[in-house]
Structure formats: C-alpha cells, structure tokens
C-alpha cells in the first residue's frame, strides 16, 4: 500500500520493516484523543479561515463517524499505514474524499502524536488520583475499626514498640497523599499543549493555539514549538511518580505477606482475595499481595526503560520517542490494577487483633518506656539505655518479660526503680503515654483518622 | 571500644562488620546538620522542661565546639562508633560529661538521621535551583546574541526546517524551566520535619515538635511517627526529578558534540572546556559535553538504586535504608557540577552561524514551505505534500535546490505555482513567516526571550 | 467456575483478582512447551509404573488433540483457569475424562513453569545465536565491498585517524562475536530440567528425572529441588546479555543516523528501510535505525524489572515471579526484530566512499603519523607530539592541511623532516601503514575478515 | 601547569574544568596495573628494536621507583595531569628526563586504560570466586550440621511441605554455583588484551601484542584494533553477573531476617554479626543481613548506569566511557564485602532446630503426602487434591492437624484410608520419603553435600 509520505520514496517499504517500524498495534488505544485533537483542529482551522466551516463539518462528521466505527469494532486497522493518526486520516479521505486531506494543515504527527498523550495522560492521572483517594478511603476504614488493636512496631523485623495497628495502617495514608501530591504537580506539568508546533518549527499558516486549547480544556500551551514535540519529561515524572507510589505498594504488599504467614498470623486475607496450589491441598497464597510487590519491577523498568530512551538524543523529534507510548500504557494499567485491587482487600481483611496483642506482649517491646522511667527520675537517657540492656539480658537468662522480673531484681539493677514501675510499662500504657504530635497513642490516631477523613471529602473534585 | 548500644551484648562485633555496618564514612558529610538539628532539640528539651536550661547550653556550648573541631579537621571520626551521631554525642559526653548523655533523650537515631537528611536536601534543592537559574541565564545570552542566525532544524537528524538558533536552544530553557518546578514541588515535600517520631512510635515526654520545627524552619511536620522513620520518598523524588534533569542536560551534551565535530561544523567550544590527545596531537575534544552526556547515566543508576532499596521492605527502619546517603550525595554533586560547568560554556562558545546557515541552505529544508504555498492556493495538504515530493526527487536527480527549479519546472509538476514562489521559500523567509504562537520567527523568539528574561528576575529569591 | 485448588476455599474469587492474578493471557504463548513437557512427563510416569501405559497413552493422545485444537485457533482459553498449565489440564479432563488428572501426579505447577520457560528460552537463544550470525554474515559481506573504502576513524566523534571502513564495521562483527558467546554460555546454564522439584521439595513417588530430561532434551538436571523452583538466574542471565547485545546495536544505529545525515553523508540508507514525514515532503529519516536504538532502553528496563522482582525474595516460589514472562518474551521479540532488520538493511546499505574519503583527507587526520615520522627519527614521543601540535595550529591559521605544508614550513618546527614526509603521510599510506596485529591496514583487514568467514561457517550447526 | 596535549591549545583549561574532567581521583587505584602494563610494553618496545634496551631498562627502573613512591605514599597526585597515566608518565620524564617520553610511542591513553582495567578485573574476578567458594564452604558446614533438623518448606510464604533445613540452604550453594560459572565465562571475555590498539586504528610501528600479552598473563588479543578502544562489554558483563550474585544473596539475607525475627525464631545470629538500638535497650538487629540485602540495589543501580552510559555511543572511544571505573570499583567492593561478611556469619549461626520441627508440625505441612497417599491408592491426583482440601477445612473447624483426624474422620472423606495413613504422614517420614532426585530426603541431601565437597575441592587452582 501507498505510503502517505511515499512522493519522494522510489522503492516500497521492505516487509520486515512494515513489522518493524508501525506504532498502530499499541498506539490505536488513543483512538479517541486523536480524534478529539483533530475535532478541535478542525474548528480551529475553519475559525481562522484556513478551511471552510463547511470543510470543517464534513470533516467533523467523518470523524464522528470513524470513531462509531473504532468503538464498535468495525474499523479495520492498517499496519501499512503506520500509526493511529493515518489509520484515521486514510479513513477520512475514504470517505469524504480529498478534503479530508486539509485536517492535517497546520500539523504534523510530531505534534499530534505528543497532543494525543497529554490528553490521555490528564485522563488518567485523574483515575489513579480517584484510586489513591479509595484506597486512602479503605485504610481509614481499616484504621477506625483498629484504633485499641495493639501490635508490636517493628524495626529491623524485631519487635520495637507496641503501638496501634491503626497508627500503623495510616502510615500508609500518609504514603498516598503525598503520591497524590506528587500526582497533581505532575498534572500541572501534563496540562500543556503542543499542538501548533508543526513538525518542530511552528507553521506560516494563522492558527489559534489558544481556540484549541480551550477547546481541548488545556491551562497553557507550551511556548516552544521545538521543545513541545522533542520532550517527554511529563511521561518521564508521571513514570517516576508511578515508581514511587509502588514503592509504597510493595511495602503493604510485603506487609501482607508477612502477616498471613503462619509464623506472624496477624491477619487472614478473605477467600475472595488470595489463591490455592496445584498440588498441595492446605494452601492460602496471598497471590494477590505478592503480585502488587511484584509489579513494582516491572513499573521500575518502565521508567529506566524511557530514562534511556531519552538520554542523549538531539533535538527534536526522533523515532525512539515513539517507544514512550507501551512505557506509559503498562505504567497505567498496573498502577491502576494494583491500586483498585487492594481496596476491598483491606476493607475485608480480617485481623487478628489477640494474636497481634500477644506478641506486643512479648519481645521486650516496652524496654524503651523502662529506660523513659529511669530518665523520668533524673538518669541521662544513655545511662539508662545501658542499664536496661543488662535487664533485657538477665530476662533472657532467666526466661522472663520485664513485667515479670520481682522489684527487687529491678532494684539491683537501679534502687531508683519502684512499685509504679508495673503500671507504667504495661503495653496499654506504653501504647497511650506515646502522645507526642504524631505519637502512636489512641487518642492521636483517633485525630488523625478524624483529620484524614476531612481531607478526604475535600478531594472530592476531580481535576478534569 | 564499647557500642552505646552494648548492654544487652555479650561478644564484641566481629571485624568484618566493623567494616561493613558502620556509615561514617559518608554520613560524616552531614555533620553540620547533625548538629544544628541537636541544638534545635536541646533547645526545644529546655523550653519543655526535660532537660534544664543550664544543662541545653552546656550541650550546645559542646556541640559548637565540636563543630567547629570538625571544621578545622581536629576532630577524630571514630568507625567503631558507627555514625556520625554516634560520633558526636560520644565526643559530646567526653567533654561535658554524663549530662551529654540527656541529649539523645525523646529522640532515636531513626528519626535523626532523615532530619540530618531533610535539612541537607532542603539546602542542596536550593543550591541546585540557583544553578539551574544560572544555566538558563547562560542559554538567554547566547539566544540574544543569535536570533537571526538560521540553522537547519533536524527530526531524525535529517535536515527538516529552517529555524532560528536562538530558538532552538531556547527549548533548553524551556525544559530546564520545568526541571526548575519539579524541583520546587519536590522541595514542598522534603521541607517536612521527621524529628520526634522517636524509634517509630513518638514518645511519652512532653516534647514541643513545632518548636524545633520552627527552629529549624520546617514548614510543617510528619504527623505519623511510623511514616516519618519509615520512608524515603522525599529522596527517590529529588532523584527522579535529578533523573529527568539529566536527560535534558545530556541532549544538550550530544548536540554540542555533534554541533563541533568537523561534519556540522556549527560551533567551536572555548579551548578553556575541550581537552586534547595524548596521541594525536591534533585532536580538541568536547570531553566536558562528553561527561556531562555520560553522567545522566550515573544519575539514573543512583535513582534506580535506591527504587530497588526501598521496594518491599516493611515498616518502618531497616538497615538497608542506610545505601540511601551514598546514592544522593553522588547525585547531588554529580547535578550541579554538570550544571556548574555548562554555564560557562555556553557563554564562551563561539557560533559558526554562516556554517549553520548554509547547511539550512541546503537539503530541502524549504520543502514544506512549498507545501504551505499550494495549501494557501486551496490544494489539499495532502496532495500538495506528494506534489512536493515528486519535486524533491526531480531536483535530487538534477542535483538542484528547490529555489533553483525554474519556474517551468514548477510549474510541469502544479500550474499553481507562480513567479512568487521564489520569494515564498527563501530560508530567511521560510524562518520569519512561522510567526505562529511558539513558532521560530525572529519576532516571536524576540518575545520569548524577553519574557524568559522577565520569569529570571523573579525568581532571584531563595526557598530558604 | 470452580477453580482446581478450590476445596480448601469456602468463598470463591473475587471479580477485580480474577483479572489481577491469572497469567494466561501471556502464558498460553507457552502452549507448545506445556504439552512438550506433559507428554514426557506423561511418558515417565508411564515407564516407572506410576500410571498405565494405557492412561499414558490416552493423555498423550489427548494432549496431542489440544495442541491441534490451539493452533488452529479453536481453543477457548479461560480467565478463571488463571494459566496455561490449568487451561490444558482442564480440557484434557474434559476429553478423556477422571485420569487427565493422573497427568499432575509428582508435579506441581511450580516446576511446570518453570520447565516451560526453559524449554522455551532453549528454543529461542538457537533462534538468537542464528540470527546473530546472519547479522555478523551481513557485516562481513559489507566490509569485503568496503576494505579499501577510507573513512575518517573517530574518537569523541572528532576525526582522529584515517581506517578502512572495512576495519569499522567489523568491530561490529567482535563485539556480536562475544554475544553469541554470552549466549552460548548461557544456554548451558539454561540447559538444565527443573521438573522433578515438585512444589519445592521433590515426591516420593518413583519418578525418573533423567528419563524425562532426556526425552525433553536436556543435558543437565537441577539437583536440589528448592533451588529448581526458586531462581530465576538463567532468565536473568539471558537479560543481561540481550541488554548487552543491545548496548552493540543501539551503538550501530547512532552510527547509521549520524552517517546517514546530510552532515556525513557517508550512506544512503535503501528506500525500503527508511520512512517519510507526514508533513516535510523533503524527509527521508532513518527510522529502522533510530528504533533500534531506542530499543535498548526497551531492554535495560525489562532487565532492571526482572532484577527488581527477584531481590529478596525468600525461597520458594512466589507469585512475583509470574513477572518474568512478560519481560522475557519482550526482550526475545525485541532483540530478535532489531537483528533481523539489521541484516538485510547493511546488505542494501550504499556507502558513499568519495565523501568518506574526502572527510579523512581533511582533520588533520594523518597528524598521528607525523608524529610517528619525528620518533622514527628518534624524537621521543611526547616531544614530537607537542611539535604537531604547533604544526597544526600554524595549518587552521593558514588554512592547509598538513600536506599543504611547504618543507620550509616542515624543517622551521622540525629540521628533521625531508621530502619523504609527503609520501609517509598520505592518507592511503596512513591507513596501509597500520600494519600491527588487528590493525586497520588494508591487509590485516582482508585477513580479518577471512578469518571471520571461517569462523562463521563453523557454527552452522545450532545447539539444539 | 602545562598539559600533556596542550601543543595545540592557545587557553588554558577552566577551573571549572579542571575539577570536571579528572578522574585520578578514582582511577589511581589502577596505579599498579597501569605500571605493570608499562612495564610490559617497555620490554616489548625495546625486544623490537623501537627503543633501545638501556632506554626500556631505564624507563623500568623509572617506573619500579614510582611504584614504590605510591605504595609508601610519598607521591603527589596531580589533578591537572587528569588521569593515572599521565600522573605516572610526567614523573617518569621528571625522573629519568626526556628518554621518558618513549614510552607512551605505539600507545595511547585509550588502549592503556583498558588494558588496565582488564588487568585489575581480572585479579578481581579471582577473589570474587575465591569467596564465593568460601561462601559456599560455610554453606555446606551449616548443612552437614542440619542435614536432619526439619523445617516448613515455603511457598508464597506459606507453609508448604516438611523439608530438610540442609536442603534449603544447599539451594544457595547451587545458585552460588551457578554464579561462579557466569564470573568463569566472564573471566574468559576479560582475558584478552586491547593493547597495540593505539588510539583507535593501531600503529605503523612493528609492536609485538603476542609478546606484550604473554608478558602481562593475556590468553588472547582483541584482532580489531577499533573494537578493542570501543567497547566495554567485559566490564556490563562483570556487572551483570554481579547484580545476579546479589540477588541471590539478598534473597539469603532475606531469610536471615525473617528467620531472626521473634515470629519465626528459627536461628540466632551471633552477637558479632548483629547490632543494637540507639534507644531501644532490647534491640538485636540483623543489620549485616539487612545490608546485604539492601546492597544489591547498589549494584543494579550500577549495572544500569552503565548500560545507559554506552548505550548509542558511536565508535570509537568517547569519555562517557570514564564512567565505567567508579560503577566497576563500587560494585567490586560491594560484592567482595557482603561475600566476606556472610560466611562467618553463617557458620556462627545459631539453629534453633526445635523451633523449626515445630513449625512444620503445624500447618498441614503434610497435606501433600494424604493426596499421595490416595494417589498411590489409584485415586487421581486432581481428585485426591480436593478430598485433601475439605479434609485440611475440616480440620480447621475442628482446630486439629491432620495426623490428628481419627481413623472414622478419615475414611468419611475417602474410605480408601487405612491405619497406615498416620504413619505415611508423620512429619519426618514425609521429608524422608521425598527420595526423589533433587528432592530432600536425608540420604540425598547426604549425598548432595558429599558431592559438593568434591566439587568446592576440585576448584583450588586459582584462574589467575
């Protein structure tokens, strides 16, 4: 077939590079984008003169048309052609024959191919924004129904302190909202259009960028028609932020995992949201959990992946960028899939709040509050710390907790230690009396929760 | 020597991992805000009444002393004492005594050290913007001084439209103006205080965090204990976004070489940033563009580092959390450097604009302008695209530039053409009629820098 | 639907994990591989008494009908049966009824994934080790038409020496050598039959492992089972040395844009490996090249993820691993693709050996062997050099090249110079003169590449 | 000061410059390779007749007192002379005056500084099997020792099926294995010397590489003088069998911590290899294994720095490529240290073997072996799975293990159960009938570990 560009080309294409070179098997998925950004070009171009408004309307028409057919799966797409945009173009002319050929005034693929991501990408920032803030909305769910549930924190996978376990779900909370963060001042950067920058020069011809970014719903347009179509930095920051919002989920992943296992028995994952093994009868796998860790790689290799196709490549548009676009498409689909997966698995994760209690029991985990009492009564906090590692290590030796050494093995250790003692370092109490501004006590979880909630319900808005 | 964690030890630390665990080594970077965050701390223990007045200025009257000792190389940086806030509050003991020990009281070495790095980074973001703002500044200077120098603009390093230099490089402005946001918004999120989260659960005495807040001028604060020792988005973002820096500066790297090797012929660099050959004696390399183009890898490497270090660990500290230090100084210094270095460069460069401009003279960069031409006489975009081709393979087979096609061989290929062509397609022309918004015309590029210049003044200053 | 591990389960899957967790969308590629290794297994269950000859021979023939039914598209595969193992097991029941489920007797599909991705990788690095040579078959054919051809040498794409373009593009033909050497080595590590491992810990069934092995085709088998089911090192491997490889064909595409500017003009890329503009009429652009280059970020991204994915991991398997197979098959396709096209694209390549001649003549390039001249007459190399070196600043301000010098010119930086200095560095007598051990010399070349047609003639035979 | 190249230059290199460019910072620890590669090429220089033998004799003494002068650290590294070899070079001629100067003849700084990096990669390559050998000897102490202390098999980190805790860690003495194959074949790809490659094309002077390569330990020459400058695969390679390496080890470190946690409990590490809390008293912390693990993001990060580096560069030598030194270094001390570091520790290590058996007592580690059991009764295993699933139900109603079912429990969900089930299913029969090649009986594991003596003996002979 006849390539589009074909006038100054003698010999056709070679086969193996028909295969080679076409984006149309991934790029079809902005059918719709193109077909918004011609739209708007087209009225654009009749507004200003350069078509008629009648030129404009069988233009529009045809392309309504064209997208009836992609949505219902009529459209037949053509290697041959290349790309989506000559794909939908070719279409046109078909069928209102060559006046079609005037929607590509003013414009090059290098620009529409860029306009088409940025619409895509607003779009869907905007999804996984509404997915954080649901996921956000089934930790708080988790935390509320948690608050007195105690567990011991963990660093280093020993046992540190006990703490509530919904201080530590929020923990989470707070991940999200600055991925979210991160997320809106990524969209600030998106919300630009490259439209109008032609091939890489701008055009002689007097369009209206601006008509076309209103009409598109753009904020601003980018003010350099080289730089609009040689740069990819807002795929890059949307794949960076991405990775760091996996970061996040791979630790709740891991989180998971090590909490079903039978050694922690922490929580069990409903039914609906874990798997069995071929062949060993008795398995519970937290597949889903796993995956979510797992997918984290996958969207770090997105990222490096486009890190390396941009480096050192001159201005302004070369083919390698058109690797940007199933770097992008993967990136989406596995934020998305793990974010709205997670959900209503913790919103139906069971916990088991005794056996979390138990082993806050256990473990020395109110060593720390033994060395605030000593620091209470005047010992400078390094003394203390030395004093209390002897106690933890006579309670080895003699199997015991702290609880249950006698007053006067605590004396011996320090005579500044009295009855109180027992009271102060029960784990309730060391839970509680942890009360600084972001301490792990019940009544600032409870403010915290009630704060996240608030913020919550501001979010309401999407940013479309 | 003895650990100021030994109590609960028995067997000293084998000498292998004396050499393994310990992070002075490179923590020993962060000492000054080490010490500032100690006297914020000590400062903020008095005011609550943890500690007493007299008892805070002997620890800050000893911690000034200990950096001014580190200052002046007297201080002795001790492996076996791990860290660099081991180091110091070691010293600090030897010299006022058991009191020095009150310092570390309510806090923990997990929230310290991401305080010590929050400050650093507070700074270092600041440093890097001045740089950035330093660099735009330089590509400002050399565009004012070639608005009129036309160069051939490339796609695919094919010679595609004439353009004005000037605006070509603007497109560095404009990318590094974003890299400028990246930065401000990754800025918001680091100016967070982690410091009295404690080992992860906060603390049982009655600290004041806004205090030391204030004293540190943090913006606001962790308010989960857990999240603020836990994690280390706020580095993974600085280098994502150092990441996507890079790749902009390398671009600007592989134009450089290209532009002064002897093909292009474009540019010649100052004798002052080009090396030459222990061999061939005639050699003048562009060895700095060269590593300013090969460290983006280095950054990507540090970013990818560290996504790997922070994937799947569980809350909240972990050891491996320590590799995050080493990973962001080298970015740090590896930034600004490359940033460092291209300002001057940029601004000693000599233009070989006759070189530029008969290199646009030549390979059909006029061809669409041709197009454009038919298009404006009511032809299709389309068909006046393959018309155009048809004429580029004439001209290639006569070994012609288009401006040299008589007006009968233009006319043999569209009897639209007239005698105005000539003047239609000159490159001067071809340049200054692409007055579209963002377009290359001299006008517009004026406007631009103008602008450009105007955005620099208000931006003169500091977040700090 | 009722899944096959569902009778430990009271609640059934989900809705958003029957979507999130299975693998057959990717995996069924592996069809061919699955019953491959269920018919052997089937076999050896057969032989060591475990099942019938006649159930074995009934799942054979089963599985033989499926494998018919999959090719020629009449297969339903289904979601809820999550992969390709379960899908086949599923239907075989279907077809022979109760004893299609003796097949997954001493198996697990932990070892059956595992089996089919070495099958399949075996399979595939043959295919890669012939495509390798058919490229290095192209690079050969290309330089016996080229070994006369002089071309500038370059270092830091500045001209440095005169070479035999010949002598350039084997490098090419090295470096693809030590790929297929990476591969080969890989493929033994790939060799090796995990099956047999069971779900981690063998069977105590009377299984044969060698009997399968050798009915599979296999040279080794793993010998601890956990390992078998765990690592995933031969697939890393094989990424690793598809990122390398790839490292060696981006560099040959930079090469073949920059050559194929108008600024080198060393070749003209065939019309059937090359595109055009959607807008610039003129444009001819390398797009084939470009792509391969760009592809490898494709490929240093499927490595960093699969990288990612494994670290960490505790032994045995997990569902993260699933995420191999879509970074593996990515990697296959990719690097299969840019070495195909590569091939017929050198064949077809034309060199434009007058410009690549004209551009060594020019650069100083012969400075080098002035040099050379002055310590064949015993100036010590450093001394001579910085006698060019002045020698070459005296020819850019007058304008010459070195052989444009006068003998007057020649005896004032250097009396040591005669007449016979103009032979000794002409540029043919540069390149002939490099006579040392892998040298550019016209003959070192020539002996090069009919080394290089040997070696190739003696790996017809592939692996399998 | 004057630079060696600076014959050529009229301006002297910017301070900034000066700071950028260098890299004796880090490539002066090449300083004994670069002298023996000299050393080697004066010999050869001087036995062909291209400098006299008193000159070669001079030169060589001029470098054995330089050497000296480095290693007692009296010599004074000059930043101005850039890099190793000029810093060796300049005090060369200072020392034995111009005759100095000879040495760099038939040499240039791109052939020298690979060889040197060959050179030191090959000595490092050594010591890493070296440890890795030791590695994989403490491997097999800590199996001997526990070839009968059972423990769960994981899956998805779940309990899966009973398995010899020697067999478990055997599988990291087979991916150890593997690991030394990968740094075998390496090795053969780093042994082969580029130098005589000259700056790109080699030299008219009659060098003799045989003669320099034997002197200097080479099996082999680069036979293309351009690939030998360009290409750093040896170096990719390395680090590509490094990041494997450490993904198997931070898999191990993984189970370190897990193991260590007070949830599993199954090992202690031994005081040597742990570390306390800056403010918790109780704290041991698996920091060493927690390093490890964290480290191999180091050396992806690495890895992919380097891919990135290389990636498009067009040949030949450019100075991106003195990016390679500081990955290659960092990742050979990372890999070095944690090798080193883990064998101790796993030879001190604590097993506490009856936490382990009583962890596979419990969670239906046997259900496996019912299904078996029923298999070897004829029932189909895809049938026996689901009767073993509604048994391991019942059981958890019921709150008993499955050895705990009585006989009438039994037969009600397969009356093809006899007495002889509790037999069968005891824990220790189950791992002991799991005799299957690979699989983890005690007489394998056995024979595996005599076995991996052997092999450990047979490596003895260094490759060096």
Redesign the interface.
Known sequence: ME????????????K??E???PSISFDKRLYRQDIEGSVAHAKMLAKTGIITEEEAELIIKGLDEIQEEIKTGKFEFKHEL?DI??NI?KRL?EKIG?????????????DQVTLDVHLYLKEEIDSVLELIVDLQKAIISLAEKNVETIM????????????SFA??I??Y???LE??Y??LV?CY??TDMMPL????????????D??MTARLLGFSS???????????R?FI??FL??A??L???L??L???L??W?????NFIEI???????????????????A??V??????V????????????????????????DK??LFDTVDTVK?CL??LS??LITLKVNSENMRQ?AE????N??????YL??KGV????A?????????ECIEKNKSLSELTIEEFKSLSPLIEEDIYNEISIKK??E?????????FE?VRK?IS?AKENIISKQKPLL
Chains 1, 2, 3, 4 share one sequence.
């Open positions: 390539k589009p560009w074909g006038g100054r080309f003698k010999k056709s294409t070679h193996l590079v295969n080679f070179t290349e945009h000559m173009e002319i060559p006046v079609g050929g005037k929607l590509h005034t003013a414009r090059s693929r290098n011991p924190g963990y660093t280093h996978l020993q046992r540190a302190q006990p703490i201080h530590h929020m923990a909370y707070y991940m600055r991925d963060g991160r001042d600030k950067r109008g920058a032609g091939a890489l020069a701008g055009t002689s011809l007097p369009i960028r601006k347009i980018y003010e350099n028609s080289i730089d609009a179509v040689s740069d930095d890059m920051e960076s932020a990775a760091i996996m970061t996040h791979s630790r992943g891991e989180e995992v090590l079903s296992s039978a050694e922690f409903d039914d609906g949201f874990a798997t069995g093994s071929s062949i060993m009868p008795q398995k519970k796998n937290p597949d889903v796993e995956l860790r797992g997918k984290s790689g996958r770090f290799g997105n990222l490096m992946a486009l890190l390396a196709v941009m480096k050192s490549l001159p201005l302004a548009y070369h083919s390698d960028m058109q690797e199933e770097r899939a709205a997966v209503p698995m082993a256990k473990g020395f985990t060593a720390t509050d033994v060395a605030d620091v209470k400078p906090f390094r003394k710390h030395e004093i209390v590692g002897k106690m933890v290590l060391c839970v009396s942890r009360n600084s501004c972001g301490g792990t006590s600032n915290n704060r």
